[in-house]
């Protein structure tokens, strides 16, 4: 059964810089799409970033919320089973747990999640 496991989060002051991994493990992994999610504190989880993931398609196509356009990079790859979240210019309200997710039955749901890992930003 494949497993989701999120890496990289900690204690950064604002402007700096963080990245998170998710890597995928346990068996096969051939998702339509691997997302971003966070859920800052006392607050519903939201959308951050997400990245098709077949290499057979023509282009990689990425998404982001608003807020974090032009600060954040999610990137790929798909040997390593791997999504990457690169975090700059962070900001005190970035504080929150992030998720990885992936969509593995191409509903448009995401069905597999990793169990989070903790960004703060302090101000």
């Known amino acids: 059964q494949v497993q989701l496991v999120e890496s990289g989060g900690g204690l950064v002051q604002a402007g700096g810089s963080l990245r998170l991994s998710c890597s995928a493990s346990?068996?096969?992994?051939?998702?339509?799409?691997m997302g971003w999610f966070r859920q800052p504190p006392g607050k519903e989880r939201e959308f951050v970033a997400a990245v098709s993931w077949p290499i057979t398609w023509t282009t990689t196509s990425t998404t982001y919320a608003d807020s974090v356009k032009g600060r954040f990079t999610i990137s790929k790859d798909n040997a390593k089973k791997t999504v990457h979240l690169q975090m700059n210019s962070l900001k005190p309200e970035d504080t929150a747990v992030y998720y990885c997710?992936?969509?593995?039955?191409?509903?448009?749901?995401?069905?597999?999640w990793g169990q989070g890992t903790q960004v703060t930003v302090s101000s």
């Open positions: 997710a992936a969509q593995i039955s191409g509903l448009g749901r995401y069905e597999l």
């Open positions: 346990g068996g096969t992994f051939r998702p339509y799409r």
